[in-house]
């Protein structure tokens, strides 16, 4: 179940945001004064049974979450879902893909995780409430990345070294979308990476397939970020950045997790997985059903912000 997630023509990398505060913190510590930790807790709880869930509950010293949202440029549906957490007390990060086709317990038709953004006039918090409703976490902050971002910076970079495992061979007019990468490694420019984490045809387990070989990519990215030839790029590296990524972090608070992050050995303390499920069809749509129990083992031991155990989560029943 450790493996990374992220899609699609319109997605970037997830660690482009996860490390945004790393790169800003270098470049602008110099200037910036109000330099302190997020606030916890994100647009408040959801009220259920008139009590709401995370709010109010004793928080562990120095855990902050952070949700990290790809959208889709045609679709406006956020087809890239990634909880982040960071202990800095512990000097640990560890992020979980939620699957765009996970089943949430909402009255719309669709119930699909990724057309939440979007159903909801666009409003995170909406999806703040669904990603709260299977892992039981309430995000702290967030982080909207747009794939002209993911392209350029990993241009930026001057590309990524990945072992691409298979052949990559697909083309769709319609996206104006054509994929030829042949197997072996090899670094990828902008174009040949979001390639690399939208193709997904040859995998008998579709979505899931491309989660686990996007872990690559991910661990490829963070290696290439945490290179002596990155850092003589920051600038440039920022200012894509920040044309690219919206988010409520304000810089003090970046600046702050990019310290603690810098004082992480990420290759050793840097954990990725998949909510734990099985694919399912339910009226006709192929969903993604979250198993209760495995995702609570999970989060308990990496996600959970709090002081005592998520004991259950608010998961679809047919």
């Not at 002209?148 to 970079?157: H, N, R």
Request: glycine share 6%; no cysteine; hydrophobic share 40%.
């Amino acid at each position: 179940m450790k493996k990374a997630h992220i899609t699609n023509k319109t997605k970037y990398t997830i660690a482009a945001a996860l490390l945004v505060a790393a790169i800003i913190m270098i470049a602008a510590s110099v200037v910036i004064n109000n330099v302190r930790p997020p606030k916890s807790g994100g647009f408040g709880g959801i009220v259920r049974d008139q009590q709401v869930y995370s709010s109010g509950l004793d928080r562990r010293d120095g855990f902050f979450t952070l949700l990290v949202v790809g959208i889709d440029a045609a679709s406006n549906s956020t087809d890239t879902i990634m909880l982040v957490s960071f202990d800095t007390e512990l000097k640990k990060m560890s992020m979980m893909s939620i699957p765009r086709d996970t089943i949430t317990n909402t009255r719309r038709a669709n119930k699909k995780i990724n057309a939440s953004y979007v159903s909801n006039g666009k409003r995170i918090r909406a999806l703040y409430d669904e990603v709260e409703s299977v892992t039981g976490v309430r995000p702290d902050k967030y982080a909207l990345v747009t794939v002209d971002g993911f392209v350029e910076l990993i241009d930026s970079l001057g590309g990524v070294e990945v072992d691409v495992p298979i052949d990559m061979i697909y083309e769709d007019p319609t996206q104006d979308l054509k994929i030829n990468i042949k197997k072996g490694l090899q670094t990828l420019d902008g174009y040949d990476a979001m390639g690399f984490m939208r193709y997904r045809k040859t995998y008998a387990e579709g979505d899931i397939g491309r989660i686990k070989v996007q872990h690559t990519f991910v661990n490829a990215f963070v290696d290439k970020m945490l290179t002596p030839s990155t850092f003589v790029k920051i600038p440039e590296i920022a200012e894509t950045i920040s044309e690219n990524v919206e988010t409520d972090l304000t810089l003090g608070n970046e600046i702050w997790l990019g310290r603690q992050m810098l004082s992480m050995n990420l290759e050793q303390d840097f954990e990725t997985f998949t909510l734990p499920g099985r694919a399912h069809y339910y009226e006709g749509l192929s969903y993604y059903f979250p198993i209760e129990e495995e995702v609570l083992n999970i989060v308990n031991e990496y996600f959970n912000p709090y002081t005592v155990p998520i004991q259950e989560l608010d998961l679809f029943e047919e």
